[in-house]
C-alpha cells in the first residue's frame, strides 16, 4: 500500500550494530503497529501505538525499542543486533473511528550477519 | 484470550476449482474477522471483514467468506481458482469489546494454484 511507506526495504547488518526502521504514512490514520514475519510463525507484533504519546509493548518487544515521532512516523529501533531478528519487518496503520482494519506497508528485509 | 487457528500450512488446488482456505477463531464475545493475502516481496493487502449483519461477505478478486458463529469459523472460499490466487493468506481476529488490542493474526496458509 503506497500509503504506508518503509524505509529501507532491504539491509544487511552486523552482530552489535544498532539499526533504526522507519515507517511513514498518509492515511491520517491514529494507530501504527510493528511487526515480524518469520516462516511458519505468521505474524508477530512488536510494538504498537494508538497515538503520538501512548507506546505497547507486544508479544515479542525484548531488544526493540520504538519512537512515535509525529503521528504519521513510527520509527523500530533494534540496539545491538543480533542474528535471530533476521525476518521481514512489517509496519501497519489503522484508524480508530472504523472497523480496526489494518493496512501494510511493504516490508523491510533485515538480515543480520 | 484472543486467537486464531489456521489448520492448514498449505493449500493445492486445480485452476478451475472451487478453493476453501480455514480459520477458526476464539475471542469473548462477537468478532471482528478479517483476510489478507500477502503476494511474493509484498506487504499484506486486506481482502474481506466481517463485522455485523450477513454471515456470507464478499471481498476483493472474487473471494468471499462465511461468518460461522457455533462453529467460530471464518474460512475464506472462491468459486473458480485462479493461477494468479496462489498466495499466503491470513486469517485475523479482534473481539468488539476487548478494548484497545491490535488484531490477532494466523500463522497464514500458503495457497498453490496449479494450472
Known amino acids: 500500500d503506497a500509503d504506508v511507506t518503509q524505509t529501507p526495504r532491504n539491509r544487511i547488518t552486523k552482530t552489535g550494530k544498532r539499526i533504526m526502521l522507519e515507517c511513514s504514512q498518509t492515511?491520517?490514520?491514529?494507530?501504527m503497529y510493528w511487526y515480524r514475519q518469520d516462516p511458519g510463525l505468521g505474524l508477530r507484533l512488536i510494538y504498537y501505538?494508538?497515538?503520538?504519546?501512548?507506546?505497547n509493548k507486544g508479544e515479542i518487544s525484548d531488544g526493540y525499542s520504538v519512537s512515535r515521532q509525529a503521528q504519521a512516523k513510527f520509527s523500530l529501533s533494534l540496539e545491538s543486533a543480533i542474528p535471530n531478528q533476521t525476518a521481514l519487518y512489517f509496519c501497519?496503520?489503522?484508524?480508530?473511528?472504523?472497523?480496526?482494519?489494518?493496512?501494510f506497508g511493504p516490508g523491510t528485509r533485515l538480515t543480520v550477519t | 484470550a484472543q486467537s486464531v487457528a489456521q489448520p492448514e500450512d498449505q493449500v493445492n488446488v486445480a485452476e478451475g476449482n472451487p478453493l476453501t482456505v480455514k480459520c477458526t477463531y476464539s475471542v469473548s464475545g462477537n468478532p471482528y474477522l478479517f483476510w489478507y493475502v500477502q503476494y511474493p516481496n509484498r506487504g499484506l493487502q486486506f481482502l474481506l471483514k466481517?463485522?455485523?449483519?450477513?454471515?456470507l461477505v464478499k471481498g476483493s478478486y472474487g473471494f468471499e467468506a462465511e461468518f460461522n458463529k457455533s462453529q467460530t469459523s471464518f474460512h475464506l472460499k472462491k468459486p473458480s481458482a485462479l493461477v494468479s490466487d496462489s498466495a499466503l493468506y491470513f486469517c485475523a481476529v479482534r473481539g468488539r469489546n476487548s478494548g484497545n488490542t491490535p488484531l490477532v493474526f494466523g500463522k497464514g496458509t500458503r495457497l498453490s494454484v496449479i494450472a
Open positions: 501505538s494508538f497515538d503520538v504519546k501512548d507506546i
Open positions: 501497519a496503520t489503522s484508524d480508530s473511528h472504523s472497523s480496526y482494519e489494518q493496512y
Open positions: 492515511k491520517g490514520h491514529d494507530r
Open positions: 466481517y463485522i455485523t449483519g450477513d454471515n
